[in-house]
């Protein structure tokens, strides 16, 4: 019929579909190991350009960028999302021109390694509105003359620390961790340790400089215990340009001369040095006048029996070692006793005694307290002795 369909028209047209189906499939069978290695080779490729478009991180303690348990990622998100842009910076220029561009910033110094000299210090802390120091060294301190020093350290033991002073920001914080953290002296301090009057935070006079002794207050490890947080973010958080500045050695000044000896030595080294000096010679001379000069011998050296014997007694006397000179004295007899009663070597303390007491026609116990006497005294010693050497005699006489 016109405008139908028929039966073998549709199996006509089927039948080329269905032939190309087979096809593909074993087409696809006979190529699947290099379609297997495309497929890797396509989520290599993937991973590598992942990898080069993903935002780059490190391993430097403190750092914003390093989102491992030492560093500081979280706090520096959590201040960017309160408003306060967070200018990481490597170097000393650039930590100027951040502070320069900025009406009252907040500078943030961790130098872990004392890379800035006093110069530089003063520098940075006259261009900032507010200074944090994260555990500074003597000389940090120093080149920012706010009074306050260093006192020691955290004691073990303790998790905790109380704020302990009028500080809005500490008292607002509550407790921080205390960790393996450096107390400071001066100025007005919080987080003290118990019977201590230094604490892990101190602020000079005019608030202007801020010294926190712990690095686990702002790590993002403890950073969610406790009021580390709070600490945190009300220190950084009161400017809304902060400069997170992390010297390194490339900041060093390495265009003056190095410092000598004498200037790093500190300044008692010149009075205790010279009585070291002559405490010195003094001992070598006493030493060497007690034992003497070097003598030089021809080897082998051939030293007589008595003098051995002699020199041993000398020692055993100058340390009042009578219990090992009993013993000798006791050994030696009764190896003298055995030879000359003809026992051998491999006879025991008894069996010579008994032996002895034989020879002598006494009994035997006399014979074995004579032997196993323990002299308390040098002089019961000196008579114990002669009594053995007496023994000895009368028994080699029989």
């Not at 502070?99 to 110069?119: E, F």
């Not at 994260?134 to 004691?155: C, F, M, N, W």
């Not at 323990?374 to 053995?388: C, D, K, N, Q, Y």
Request: charged share 20%; glycine share 12%; hydrophobic share 45%.
């Amino acid at each position: 019929m016109t405008g139908s369909v028929s039966e073998a028209d549709v199996a006509r047209d089927a039948g080329p579909r269905q032939a190309a189906g087979p096809s593909f499939r074993s087409r696809l069978r006979r190529h699947r190991g290099l379609v297997a290695f495309g497929a890797l080779v396509a989520v290599g490729l993937g991973l590598v350009i992942w990898g080069q478009l993903a935002p780059k991180g490190d391993v430097v303690p403190l750092s914003v960028s390093n989102a491992g348990p030492d560093g500081a990622r979280a706090v520096a998100q959590i201040l960017g999302n309160h408003g306060v842009q967070v200018h990481d910076v490597r170097n000393y220029d650039a930590a100027m021109a951040a502070l320069d561009a900025s009406s009252s910033p907040t500078l943030l110094i961790y130098d872990r390694k004392g890379a800035l000299d006093g110069q530089r210090l003063r520098g940075l802390a006259d261009s900032s509105a507010r200074v944090v120091v994260v555990s500074p060294r003597l000389e940090t301190l120093r080149a920012l003359d706010g009074g306050i020093r260093q006192a020691g350290v955290v004691p073990e033991g303790t998790p905790a620390l109380d704020p302990g002073c009028s500080l809005p920001d500490a008292r607002a914080a509550g407790q921080v961790s205390g960790g393996s953290g450096f107390v400071y002296d001066g100025g007005t301090t919080c987080f003290r340790p118990s019977g201590s009057a230094a604490g892990v935070l101190a602020a000079g006079a005019d608030g202007r400089l801020v010294v926190l002794g712990s690095t686990a207050v702002l790590g993002n490890e403890r950073l969610d215990e406790l009021g580390n947080a709070a600490l945190g973010l009300r220190l950084l958080g009161a400017s809304p340009d902060l400069v997170w500045y992390l010297p390194s050695l490339e900041d060093m000044d390495l265009t003056g001369s190095p410092r000598t000896l004498d200037e790093l030595a500190p300044d008692w080294v010149r009075f205790v040095g010279p009585w070291l000096v002559v405490v010195a010679l003094a001992a070598i001379a006493w030493r060497g006048r007690r034992h003497g000069p070097l003598v030089f011998e021809p080897l082998p050296v051939v030293v007589k029996a008595v003098e051995t014997a002699e020199g041993r007694a000398r020692l055993y006397h100058d340390n009042r070692a009578m219990d090992q000179a009993r013993d000798n004295l006791r050994a030696g007899t009764l190896s003298r006793l055995a030879a000359a009663l003809r026992l051998g070597p491999g006879a025991t303390a008894e069996a010579i005694v008994d032996a002895a007491a034989r020879q002598l026609g006494t009994a035997a116990s006399t014979v074995s307290d004579l032997v196993n006497d323990h002299p308390r005294s040098e002089a019961r010693l000196v008579a114990w002795a002669r009594e053995l050497h007496t023994l000895e005699k009368e028994v080699k006489r029989r």
